[in-house]
């Protein structure tokens, strides 16, 4: 370990814990802004925990208090500690520095546990990497807001006039429902076969004219994938792609559109067996903004959990997912699979429908349900495409797609016929069911109120 690196951090320790011996009022700051492992000297490690149980115990710790919870054994450390800091005007410089030099200190320390790890066991190297991962993208301190500082800062957001950078998805009746800024977690879940990742490529090309996007894929190969955007891209039938059968006529189609095709800034990740933690340690050094995974369900548990349930790893990687975004700012789209109802019934699939996990449904800041409106019928290609969850707007809007195979291109529709009747009858049916909810669980005590039929037109009443 670095003597330099060593001695720059223990002046940290020395400024923070020092502001906090002469001035009680820069406690708590310092509480809330550091944790004991920003400590890497174990007496003032030991110094810092006092100070935490103190205030936990509602009292406000000064130097003998201080003493006292330490055995009475640092009363000269404690004095050399005030000694050192003349001043705790500091005191916020001093944390920030403590944190900056703490991470560096641990990051350095790893690093020398990898290469003794990489020498000996891959699996344990792997471990290590993950640990460095983790902290590359810790989030430091804890942000406290007042209302007036939030009344104040609306206005000025407001007065700019200028909108957060909402994602925009290619599909302008969904761009006016959601509102995705970076660091939000968007679930697409559908039935197998549902149309989940041609839609998703599609949003992922519209997406990467501006953003810089990383498609990790569990399944399928880029090859493939690139195959579904010359198909959507140049119109050219996904059929004759597949087939090798492309004519003169259809290669200069494909020419045409070579610019559309190889300038967004979309990359495609063979992620067979990597982690959420791997997910994220390649996202931050390929500094993508928006991260999809194709599909949820694939992704392993984390080295340290393995041997738990299937619903224990996909509720942990739905958890990792959703802390990736928040920790580093990166949007996050995964796709999953819903799971199907029971064979000869007719369902529209809920929020319930996450394979495996509801804690995806917890999870997700948006979660987007696509589904054909009628399973029996492969030539109506019309998808549903629900909003079943959106944090910051109107849930439960659908909107209806038409999926055109030969193109792997959605387009927006209005349905009518059969299709319009489907829909139409499922709400109804909904409608009917709320109503006879209502009438059972009626007061048996309630008046109620009929018109008398002709056989009783005698009755004085």
């Given at each position: 370990m670095s003597a330099i690196l060593t001695e720059l951090a223990l002046e940290s320790q020395i400024g923070v814990l020092g502001s906090m011996l002469i001035d009680p009022e820069v406690v708590g700051s310092m509480l809330h802004q550091l944790t004991a492992e920003d400590?890497?000297?174990?007496?003032?490690?030991?110094?810092?925990?006092?100070?935490?149980?103190?205030?936990?115990?509602?009292?406000?710790?000064?130097?003998?208090?201080?003493?006292?919870?330490?055995?009475?054994?640092?009363?000269?450390?404690?004095?050399?500690?005030?000694?050192?800091?003349?001043?705790?005007?500091?005191?916020?410089?001093?944390?920030?520095?403590?944190r900056r030099r703490a991470r560096q200190y641990?990051?350095?320390?790893?690093?020398?546990?990898?290469?003794?790890?990489?020498?000996?066991?891959?699996?344990?190297?792997?471990?290590?990497?993950?640990?460095?991962?983790?902290?590359?993208?810790?989030?430091?301190?804890?942000?406290?807001?007042?209302?007036?500082?939030?009344?104040?800062?609306?206005?000025?957001?407001?007065?700019?006039?200028?909108?957060?950078?909402?994602?925009?998805?290619?599909?302008?009746?969904?761009?006016?429902?959601?509102?995705?800024?970076?660091?939000?977690?968007?679930?697409?879940?559908?039935?197998?076969s549902a149309g989940k990742t041609a839609l998703a490529l599609q949003m992922c090309l519209h997406i990467a004219e501006k953003k810089r996007v990383g498609y990790f894929y569990y399944e399928n190969n880029d090859r493939k994938l690139f195959d579904r955007l010359v198909a959507l891209k140049a119109k050219v039938p996904f059929g004759k792609i597949k087939r090798f059968d492309l004519q003169e006529e259809d290669f200069e189609q494909i020419v045409a559109v070579q610019?559309?095709?190889?300038?967004?800034?979309?990359?495609?990740?063979?992620?067979?067996?990597?982690?959420?933690?791997?997910?994220?340690?390649?996202?931050l050094s390929r500094h993508y903004?928006?991260?999809?995974?194709?599909?949820?369900?694939?992704?392993?548990?984390?080295?340290?959990?393995?041997?738990?349930?299937?619903?224990?790893?996909?509720?942990?990687?739905?958890?990792?997912?959703q802390n990736?975004?928040?920790?580093?700012?990166?949007a996050v789209l995964a796709l999953s699979q819903l799971s199907r109802p029971e064979k000869?019934?007719?369902?529209?699939?809920?929020?319930?429908?996450?394979?495996?996990?509801?804690?995806?449904?917890?999870?997700?800041?948006?979660?987007?349900?696509?589904?054909?409106e009628d399973e029996n019928d492969p030539a109506n290609q019309v998808r549903t495409f629900k909003i079943g969850k959106n944090k910051e707007g109107e849930a439960g809007v659908s909107l209806s797609m038409d999926f055109d195979g030969k193109t792997q291109t959605f387009s927006r529709v209005f349905p009518k016929g059969n299709a319009a009747k489907g829909t139409a009858a499922h709400f109804a049916a909904e409608g009917r069911k709320a109503q006879a909810r209502n009438r059972s669980s009626r007061d048996p005590g309630q008046m109620e109120i009929a018109e008398l039929k002709e056989e009783h037109k005698d009755l004085p009443f």
């Open positions: 400590f890497i000297e174990g007496r003032y490690r030991n110094i810092f925990q006092a100070f935490k149980r103190l205030q936990a115990q509602g009292k406000t710790p000064d130097p003998f208090m201080v003493n006292d919870a330490l055995g009475g054994n640092y009363k000269g450390i404690l004095a050399e500690l005030m000694e050192l800091t003349p001043t705790s005007a500091n005191a916020e410089e001093y944390a920030g520095n403590l641990h990051l350095a320390e790893l690093g020398e546990q990898l290469a003794e790890a990489a020498a000996q066991d891959l699996d344990e190297a792997q471990l290590v990497v993950d640990k460095i991962s983790a902290l590359s993208c810790e989030k430091p301190g804890v942000r406290i807001a007042g209302l007036r500082q939030c009344y104040e800062a609306f206005l000025d957001r407001h007065a700019e006039g200028k909108q957060p950078p909402y994602f925009t998805w290619g599909i302008p009746a969904l761009d006016d429902l959601i509102y995705v800024e970076p660091g939000d977690f968007i679930v697409l879940g559908g039935y197998p610019n559309s095709l190889t300038s967004p800034d979309l990359e495609f990740v063979d992620a067979s067996g990597m982690t959420a933690g791997d997910v994220r340690a390649l996202a903004e928006l991260v999809v995974v194709d599909y949820l369900q694939k992704i392993p548990g984390s080295r340290e959990r393995r041997g738990s349930s299937d619903f224990e790893r996909v509720s942990e990687v739905s958890g990792d997912l990736l975004g928040r920790q580093t700012g990166t000869g019934t007719k369902s529209f699939p809920g929020m319930h429908a996450f394979r495996q996990s509801g804690q995806i449904e917890q999870d997700a800041d948006v979660a987007l349900l696509l589904f054909r």
